[in-house]
C-alpha cells in the first residue's frame, strides 16, 4: 500500500476548500443575478408593484385600492392581487374588498401572508403593498440560506440541486407573481429542520401557522417524526391537532362573516389522477400537434415530465425515515388530486403548489452515492428548469 504523505494530504484539503470557495462564489453570483431580476421589477411611482399583477380599470380593484399608488398591466391579472388587497383588510371587515375579488371566502381563509404584509408595511396601505410585493423575494433569500442545511454547496452536485431549487418553474412562479407558495415554502422548511431535531410540538406549531397560508400546507405534518415508543406514539395525535389548530379557529371566525359561502371555491381536488391523465394528453396529443415541440404549450410537457420523474424518484428511494422523503410523498399524492385548472400548466400553479416536492426531491438525490444514477435523475426531475426562465428572466439579456 502507498503511504500518504502529509504533504499530500494538506494539498488535497486547499484543493478541496479552493473547490467549495468557487462553488459560493458561484452561489453568491446566482443571488446577485436573482436581485438584479427583481430590480428590473421597480418603476418610479409605484415601487415593486409590478410583482403584483393588477388589471387596468376598477374591476378587481375596490375603492380605498384606487388611491394606493400600484403597478396595472394591459392584459390578464393573477391571484396575487386578491391576497394584496385582502392585506388592506386582514380582519376581512370590510365588505367592500370582498365586492373586488373573485371567491374572496376562499382569499380570506389564506390570510398569513396578507397579514404578514400589513404587519410590515406598519398597516399603512402604500407600505403595505410594497411589502406584500417583496415577501416572496425575503422568501426566497431565506431559502438560498436554509437550503444549504440539506445541500451543501461543497460540490458540483450540491450546486447544481441547490440551483435547481431556487431557480425553479414553481418557485420563479412564486416570485414573479407575488404568490403564497415560496413563503409556504420557508415555514414547511423550517418545519421540516424542526422535526428533524426532534422538536416535534415545535414543527406542529410552524405547521399551524403555516396552514393559514394555504391549506394544503398543513402536509408538512408528514415531517413528525416516526413514533419510537408509546409516549411518542400519545404525542403524534397531539402534534397533528397542533398543526390544524390554527386554521380551524379562522375558518370558524371566518364562518360569522361568511356563513354558507364560506367553502366556496374548495373543489380543488377530483378522483386521483383524472386532471393529470386529462393534462398529460391535452398536452401530447394537441398542444404539440397543433404548436410544435419546441413551442410554449409543447415545452409544457418537460413541466409535467419533471414532476412524474420526482415523484418516481420518492417512490423508488423508500426512505420513509427521512422528514424530507415524507413530505415529498405528501405532495405526490397531492398531484394526483388536483383538479383541472391546477394541473393545467398554462396556469403555472402545478409546480408552485408541488414546490415541497421538488424540493423534497433534491434534498433525497443529495445522498444517491452514485454519480451514475445521480446526473440521470437530477436532469430528469429538474427539467422544469427549461421553461423558468420564460416566467422571470434572471439572465440579463
Known sequence: MTDVLPGDLEQAAKNASRTQMVHRGIAVACVILFL????????????????????????????????????HYRDGTYDGQFYAQRALDPLVRDAAYDRAMDLAPYRARRILFSWTAYALGLGRPAW?????????????LILAALLTRWIPLSSSRGLAMWTACLFSHGMLWSVRFALL????????????????????????????????????????SAAQPIPADWRSLARLPIAIAVAALPLLIWLDYLRSIYRSTLLSGT???????????ETWRNVLFHQIPTHGALSLQGLWLWLLFALAAQACYVLVRLEYRKPWWRVAAAYAVLMLLLDRDL?????GAITRV??????????????????????????AGNTHLVLAHSVMPILPW
Open 354 to 379: 408541488l414546490l415541497p416536492l421538488t424540493v423534497g426531491f433534491n434534498v433525497l438525490l443529495t445522498s444517491e452515492p452514485s454519480s451514475r444514477r445521480f446526473w440521470p435523475w437530477f436532469v
Open 128 to 140: 403595505i403593498l410594497q411589502a406584500y410585493a417583496l415577501q416572496n423575494v425575503g422568501a426566497w
Open 36 to 71: 438584479g431580476s427583481v430590480a428590473r421589477f421597480y418603476h418610479p411611482g409605484t415601487g415593486f408593484t409590478a410583482f403584483i399583477t393588477f388589471p387596468e380599470g376598477h374591476e378587481h380593484v375596490s375603492a380605498a385600492m384606487r388611491d394606493v399608488p400600484h403597478f
Open 343 to 347: 394541473a393545467n400548466p398554462n396556469t
Open 267 to 277: 373543489n380543488q381536488l377530483v378522483l386521483p389522477g383524472t386532471a393529470l391523465t
Open 181 to 220: 407558495d415560496a413563503p409556504s415554502l420557508v415555514l414547511i422548511s423550517l418545519a421540516v429542520l424542526t422535526a428533524e431535531k426532534g422538536r416535534p410540538l415545535a414543527a406542529a406549531c410552524l405547521t399551524g401557522v403555516a396552514g393559514l397560508g394555504r391549506e394544503t400546507n398543513v402536509l408538512a
